[in-house]
């Protein structure tokens, strides 16, 4: 299983950025997908997760109205939309997938390499 997340970026506070997941070599619409994100010197932290079928999502307080998931099964790829930018985004970003949908990374038994999001002020 394969997962490769793009979107590389430096923004601006109040910019927007959107970020791919490209999946491969998994059933990708029976899986449950979710982005999370790990700024320097702190712990990984869940930011939003979408059901397999992409009917429901879960989103962490400080990104809600701001950060939107979705997924297309079709192309195998999740997606991050950010709008809105705050310097405090800023952090290293990685896709995974889960079996069920969770906020947890215990949760999630696939991950992919990480995408740096840098959001100057």
């Known amino acids: 299983v394969q997962l490769q997340a793009s979107g590389v970026g430096l923004v601006q506070a109040g910019g927007s950025l959107r970020l791919s997941c490209a999946a491969s070599g998994v059933t990708f619409s029976t899986y449950a997908m979710g982005w999370f994100r790990q700024a320097p010197g702190k712990e990984r932290e869940f930011v939003a997760s979408?059901?397999?079928?992409?009917?429901?999502?879960y989103y962490t307080d400080s990104v809600k109205g701001r950060f939107t998931i979705s997924r297309d099964n079709a192309k195998n790829t999740v997606y991050l939309q950010m709008n809105s930018l705050k310097p405090e985004d800023t952090a290293g970003y990685y896709c995974?997938?889960?079996?069920?949908?969770?906020?947890?990374?215990?949760?999630?038994?696939?991950w992919g390499q990480g995408t740096k999001v840098t959001v100057s002020s």
């Open positions: 979408i059901s397999a079928s992409g009917r429901t999502t």
């Open positions: 995974a997938s889960a079996p069920w949908l969770s906020r947890s990374p215990v949760s999630y038994n696939y």
